[in-house]
Each structure stands twice: as C-alpha cells, then as structure tokens.
C-alpha cells in the first residue's frame, strides 16, 4: 500500500480518536441559525493547512496571479438513503444522470455558486455529478473570493523509515485560516479543496530489506540471481493460480468489454505496462486501449521518489491478470483536491466497471491533522461521497490496507497505538489486506546468518523476521521488532461505524491477538491529542481475545499476498534515474493487493457479463453461507497475525485477513 503524509506533529497524538472522528461519517450540515442571514459569512472546511505542519517557515506572500485550481465538494442529499441502499446493495444500479438527480445538489444551489465565484474571476466545471465542481483562477480570485490569504511556505522533508517512502522538501503556497463563503452557499459545500499546493501523500510499497538480502549473480535460479530470494519474483500469473482466477480464465473470461481504472498520484513511465505486459508477464494486449488522463494538470513527470513505481505496478497487475480489457489511468497532483477530483472523475465518467488506488494514510494521522487545523474535519466525508456514488453507479472500487500491520500510525505519524488506514476504512470500497505465502530464505548481515522458513499462507507481518534480524545484527530483538514494524493492514476503524454487512458476522466485532508491542510513553502533540510514542517488547505473547468495545468498521475486507518475501516483480523505467535495474523482484505490500482484486473483479465482470459493484454485501453474505468461497486463515497463534490482530478460530472474519484469501472462481459464482 502508499501511505500518507508524513507530517510528524511534534510528539504524542490522539486521545478519544473515535470521538474526534466518528461524526465525520454522519457527514452532518450545520447547525441552522433561528434567522439565518443568507450573506453572512460561513466558515467552510477547507484543505490542509500547511502553516501548522511542523518545522514549516513562510517566506512571502502569494503573488496574486499564481494559477490555482480549486475543488468545491457539494453535500449529497438524501444521504442516509445512499448509504444504506450501498451497505445492503444495489439491485439496480443509477446512471451518472440518475444519481446527479436523485442524490446531486439541485441547479439552483449549483448556479447560486458558481455565479458567486464568477464575480471574482473564476471559471467553473461542474462535474456530471452535480457533487464536484473544479474551479479555476488565481491566487487573488481566491482570497477576494474566499477572505484567506494565501502565503509562501517551505515545507522540510520528512525522512522515510521502515522501508516506508519519504516526503521531499517543497515549496508551496497555503492558508493559515479557514475559507469563508456566505451562509447560502455554505449550508451545501461540503469542502473546499485547493488552497495549498502541498504534495501530501508518499508511495509506499514495500521492497526487502537489501542489507539482509541480496542478490547472487551467480546462481542458476533466476530469481535468486535478481533478489537473493527463490520465490519473490512472482507474476500476475502466480497470483491468478494462487487464487483460482485460472477457473475464470478456463471458461473464456479475460476482461473483454470491460474497463478498468487506477486512480494514482504520480506518472506512469510511458510505455512501462505495455512493456510489462507483452514481455514480462506475457499476457495478450492486443485490441485493448490504454488511455492516460491527468486530472487538474496531471502530477508531472515521472519520478521514483514521487512515486512513479506505485503507478507503473498498478497499471501492470491490473492490466495482465485483465488482459482484455481496456484500462484507464486517472493519474492526478499529489494533493487532496488532485486525489479527490481523480476519484469523481472516474465516477462521472462512468466508463469503468471497477476501480483501485493505492495511496492513503493512518486514520490517527487524519484526526491529528484536524485538530491541528491541518486537514478539513470533512476530509473523509469528501471521499465517501466518492466511493457511494461508485457503488450507486454499480463501480467497484479497491483500496490498499496498509503496510504497517495493525499500527498504521507508525508508519506516518510515528505514534504507537493501534490505527488502520484511510481510504480504505471506508464502508463503501473493499479494503485489500496482506499475506505471506510460503516460501524459506536465508538472511544475512554483519554477525551471521539466519535461515527463515515460512511453511504455510499466513496473515502478514514481519514479527516473524524479528529473530533472524536480531541475531544477523546481533542486537536484542526488541531492537529488530520497533524497526520492522511492517505488514498487512488491519484493526477496527475509528473513523468510520461498522457497516450493515458486517453486523451479523462472527469476527466483526471481537478479535484474537498477540501482543508483542505493548503500546507507552504516552504525549500530547496538540490540545486534545494523547498518543503512546515507544513499546514495551514481549518476545512470546500468548494469544489473547476480546471484543470491538463499540469500534467502527472492521478492515481489511479480504487478502491475498503482499509480503515482498513472496512477492512480485517490477518494471520501473524510472528506477534508471537513481541508478537502480529497471526490473526488480522481492516488491510488495497491499499496493500488488488493490489492483490484482481490481483485475480480477473486471475479469469476473467479464464472466458474468455485468457489472458486479461494491462488492462488500455480497462478499460477507457468502463467507457466511455454507460452502465459502474464501479461506478464513482462521487459527490464532503468533504464526498467522499482523503484528496484533490473528485467526478467529472457527469465524468467518479476523481482523489480520479479513474474511481471508478468495477463490475468485467460486466468488464469482456467488457474485453471479
């Protein structure tokens, strides 16, 4: 998966998350005034605020005709109605125009906004939608029109870790205070998006570790030979036989009228998923289209430290395990309104049947931003609106977990406390977590070797590298453990309420763990945010049990393999720049995950010869029937968890897989 802003706020972090978060997902208007004066200025939420990220010095003003484009995230009406229709699932699914007259904001409002931001200059297009309208103009139409002044900030880099990505140093243009608009037009803007130009968002998917594994040039095995590693060069056809897509294959069904989408934040390398296709994984590509549509101006050229590598394996895993159909990638600035305009896009195109991405962040780094005054308190309620008109419109959508195992805050925020991911917490997209799948290896470093066997599929986590790492090192393995913090994606949402569809399944609500990292230290960060920032090491925990306690939604959804261990190869023209082969195997993390689900839901679509949507009714509706067409990895031991969360012996769910690893033939059965 692609994690995050890497904004470390000064130390500690989030007390009560749920109850700073929770009524995000109410995506409740303002309180109404007794006698409301329509003129009146209204705060609106607005994007994030660079002034208060940490080491941030400003340097100027910003000049007046700096070109600015600025995203107007409308209230979708009739709300409850959407989000239960998408939570118990559509029986039939709405046009683009349907859903923009059933669930978008009426002309009236539309027109009463964009003639308002005419006055000062600024060109709108309202997106079929009626829920996003992108308004361009310059930095003074912006602060006449929206009373902010907008300033030059330098912005520090902050520094990758884990084998997570960083974020460079930028100079950008951003607000210190909230937008304002007359009470009229506020009552409906859910979000202003765009007052910044800050580049918020850091790839992340993972490589191994190439100080304890290294390549053997001179091994017979070719994948030894490119990683140090016998099974971690695995293709889009190991993935299609590990999880039965070859059924689907078998019957004719490769994606044919279908197509797919990636939403990313970064350029393809052009060429590299043709390359990928036809000579790597070896695929047919022929009578398919491949289009490229940047979003608000695109993201610029491609680079490996922007992420690059995250858009080209997108693109060739969802493409191969799809070789028919054709494929669409919304490539966008790395930026809220980028990201967000890119997710509408593809819904008020309506021209895929199924889409992925694979960049997010911890859901404690979100809440810490708000309350820091660094991100809108609608930040999430923005991308919902995305993600139900998709399942309103029969879209489906995928969503990377994570890479940091049950602490996903560690891996952003540096805090210690048990957090999941955002996006992919939301209800209404299905959240791709991670496995292991078997594989033995041997590691090395500077005082020994160790060999590492992992005998069956289990959930991932590198708990089980911690030993090896510490004895190669010669270091305690408290020291191995706090700097591998790193697997799949999983844990109970505070963000988001527990959806319909999980409600009555066993594992939704109560968990199996084992707790090696017992969270301390705890330290305020901002006014209201208490978070731990170190652990205390258990070397062998006992398998512990308990219940939600009232949390949110349970993510992942379901899992395949993601461990670079066992993981996949890829094809990065980009990695030239920085001196690097341009094919690499041992790539992983829940970014391979998202699209090969992604590639497959347009595989079964083809199968089936419709649109199958938001899969998430449907899926835990099967996992609960007899003869389930997932594999629950369902045994609670320190040998199937990811880093907390393990096996619900004998349920349908656990926190570590979710429901578990699919046989997509049978699924699609189900779905059809």
């Known amino acids: 998966m692609i994690r995050t802003r890497k904004a470390r706020l000064s130390a500690g972090i989030v007390l009560g998350v749920a109850a700073i978060m929770a009524p995000l997902a109410t995506m409740a208007g303002p309180a109404a005034a007794s006698t409301p004066n329509p003129n009146a200025p209204e705060s609106v939420a607005s994007g994030i605020n660079v002034a208060s990220l940490p080491g941030t010095t400003v340097f100027g003003s910003t000049p007046a005709n700096t070109p600015e484009t600025v995203s107007f995230i409308l209230r979708e009406r009739d709300?409850?109605?959407?989000?239960?229709?998408?939570?118990?699932?559509?029986?039939?699914?709405?046009?683009?125009?349907?859903?923009?007259?059933?669930?978008?904001?009426?002309?009236?409002?539309?027109?009463?906004?964009?003639?308002?931001?005419?006055?000062?200059?600024?060109?709108?297009?309202?997106?079929?939608?009626?829920?996003?309208?992108?308004?361009?103009?310059?930095?003074?139409?912006?602060?006449?029109?929206?009373?902010?002044?907008?300033?030059?900030?330098?912005?520090?880099?902050?520094?990758?870790?884990?084998?997570?990505?960083?974020?460079?140093?930028?100079?950008?243009?951003?607000?210190?205070?909230?937008?304002?608009?007359?009470?009229?037009?506020?009552?409906?803007?859910?979000?202003?998006?765009?007052?910044?130009?800050?580049?918020?968002?850091?790839?992340?998917?993972?490589?191994?570790?190439?100080?304890?594994?290294?390549?053997?040039?001179?091994?017979?095995?070719?994948?030894?030979?490119?990683?140090?590693?016998?099974?971690?060069?695995?293709?889009?056809?190991?993935?299609?036989?590990?999880?039965?897509?070859?059924?689907?294959?078998?019957?004719?069904?490769?994606?044919?009228?279908?197509?797919?989408?990636?939403?990313?934040?970064?350029?393809?390398?052009?060429?590299?998923?043709?390359?990928?296709?036809?000579?790597?994984a070896h695929v047919p590509s022929t009578g398919r289209t491949f289009t490229v549509q940047n979003i608000d101006g695109g993201p610029g050229a491609p680079s490996d430290a922007l992420g690059t590598g995250e858009t080209d394996l997108d693109l060739e895993q969802s493409g191969a395990l799809a070789y028919g159909a054709n494929v669409i990638d919304y490539q966008a600035p790395n930026s809220d309104p980028g990201f967000a305009d890119a997710f509408f896009t593809a819904a008020s195109?309506?021209?895929?049947?199924?889409?992925?991405?694979?960049?997010?962040?911890?859901?404690?780094?979100?809440?810490?931003?708000?309350?820091?005054?660094?991100?809108?308190?609608?930040?999430?309620?923005?991308?919902?609106?995305?993600?139900?008109?998709?399942?309103?419109?029969?879209?489906?959508?995928?969503?990377?977990?994570?890479?940091?195992g049950a602490y996903d805050a560690s891996g952003d925020l540096g805090t210690t406390n048990l957090s999941a991911d955002t996006s992919a917490d939301s209800p209404y997209m299905t959240a791709s977590g991670g496995t292991t799948l078997p594989w033995t290896g041997t590691l090395t470093g500077p005082d020994g070797t160790a060999t590492v066997t992992v005998p069956t599929q289990r959930a991932w986590g590198w708990d089980y590298l911690w030993p090896a790492i510490a004895k190669i090192n010669d270091e305690p393995e408290a020291a191995a453990a706090e700097a591998t913090v790193v697997g799949g994606g999983g844990g109970f949402s505070s963000a988001e309420v527990s959806p319909f569809y999980q409600e009555f399944v066993l594992g939704t609500h109560n968990y199996h763990a084992v707790k090696y990292l017992t969270p301390t230290d705890y330290e305020t960060i901002v006014a209201g945010l208490v978070e731990p920032t170190a652990w205390n090491f258990t070397p062998a925990p006992s398998v512990t049990s308990g219940s939600a306690d009232g949390r949110g939604r349970a993510v992942p959804d379901m899992s395949a393999d993601a461990d670079p261990q066992s993981g996949y190869l890829l094809y990065e023209p980009s990695f030239a720049g920085v001196g690097q082969p341009v094919l690499q195997g041992g790539w992983g993390g829940t970014s391979f995950v998202a699209p090969q689900f992604n590639g497959s839901t347009a595989v079964i679509d083809s199968a089936l010869g419709h649109r199958v949507g938001l899969l998430n009714p449907a899926l835990y509706a099967a996992a609960d029937r007899h003869g389930s067409p997932f594999n629950p990895l369902a045994t609670a031991s320190t040998s199937n968890d990811n880093l907390y969360y393990t096996g619900n012996p004998g349920g349908v769910y656990n926190e570590a897989v979710g429901l578990g690893i699919p046989d997509l033939t049978k699924l699609a059965g189900d779905l059809g």
Do not use: M
Request: negative net charge; glycine residues 8%; hydrophobic residues 45%.
């Open 79 to 280: 709300l409850n109605i959407l989000q239960a229709e998408a939570q118990q699932g559509f029986t039939k699914y709405l046009s683009v125009s349907g859903f923009a007259s059933f669930f978008g904001q009426t002309p009236a409002n539309i027109s009463a906004l964009t003639s308002y931001l005419a006055k000062y200059g600024i060109k709108t297009d309202v997106y079929a939608d009626d829920v996003d309208v992108s308004a361009t103009g310059t930095a003074g139409d912006f602060d006449a029109a929206l009373a902010v002044t907008q300033k030059q900030y330098h912005v520090p880099a902050f520094a990758a870790r884990d084998g997570l990505n960083a974020i460079p140093a930028q100079n950008v243009h951003g607000i210190a205070t909230s937008p304002l608009l007359p009470y009229r037009l506020s009552n409906f803007v859910l979000a202003i998006l765009g007052l910044t130009n800050y580049g918020s968002y850091a790839s992340q998917a993972v490589h191994v570790n190439t100080n304890y594994v290294k390549p053997q040039p001179s091994s017979s095995n070719a994948c030894v030979a490119l990683t140090g590693l016998a099974g971690a060069c695995n293709l889009p056809s190991n993935f299609a036989a590990d999880y039965d897509l070859n059924g689907l294959y078998n019957k004719g069904a490769d994606g044919a009228g279908q197509t797919l989408a990636i939403v990313t934040l970064a350029a393809v390398d052009p060429g590299a998923p043709q390359y990928f296709w036809k000579n790597i």
């Open 349 to 404: 195109q309506n021209v895929a049947s199924t889409v992925s991405a694979s960049w997010g962040e911890s859901e404690t780094y979100v809440a810490a931003s708000i309350l820091a005054g660094q991100e809108t308190s609608t930040y999430l309620a923005a991308f919902d609106e995305a993600f139900l008109e998709f399942a309103a419109q029969g879209q489906s959508g995928f969503l990377a977990a994570g890479d940091a």
